[in-house]
């Protein structure tokens, strides 16, 4: 408006905005950095939860917040719930700490995976794969339109 000497009603028109927009001036609550620290806390304290269930734990301190503004500084802060891990065996120790078993050897730690082929015709073929986790070398393969148990069982009877 400056530069070219136009009027603001036609600045507005030109870039596509209303003449409102361009003259808000954003109101900050006077709560508004106590409540970023609170949810900020919550979010570090109960990893797994949302902003939705944050805004309920709000709301029993009587903060009395919708969960609309919560989720704009969720955003805003750049929190995020972590992705869960999938379930794996794992060893644990009396502490309550847990790992998995690493092969430190060969023939140390075996791992198995089914895997389903989709034939051209409709039908399906099954594959059974047994890895040497620490040579990665295939111990064995058993290929079957159906794989039951005892074919597992034959296939580990015959590797050990």
């Not at 530069?3 to 954003?26: D, M, P, Q």
């Not at 919708?66 to 955003?75: A, D, L, Q, S, T």
């Not at 198995?112 to 990665?136: A, H, M, P, Q």
Request: overall charge positive; glycine content about 6%.
């Amino acid at each position: 408006m400056q530069n070219f000497h136009v009027s603001e009603r036609r600045t507005c028109e030109l870039i596509g905005i209303h003449r409102t927009t361009l003259n808000y001036k954003a109101v900050v609550k006077p709560d508004e950095s106590a409540l970023v620290q609170r949810i900020t806390e919550l979010a570090c304290e109960y990893g797994r939860y949302g902003y939705v269930r944050v805004t309920d734990l709000l709301n029993e301190e009587d903060w009395g917040i919708n969960y609309k503004r919560v989720e704009r500084i969720w955003r805003e802060e750049g929190l995020k719930v972590p992705r869960k891990h999938k379930k794996r065996r794992r060893l644990w120790f009396n502490d309550g700490s847990c790992v998995r078993l690493r092969a430190e050897r060969k023939d140390h730690v075996w791992s198995y995976d089914f895997v389903t082929w989709k034939l051209f015709r409709g039908g399906k073929v099954r594959i059974l794969n047994v890895l040497d986790e620490c040579s990665r070398e295939s111990l064995g393969v058993l290929v079957k339109r159906s794989i039951k148990a005892i074919d597992v069982e034959g296939l580990l009877a015959n590797l050990f």
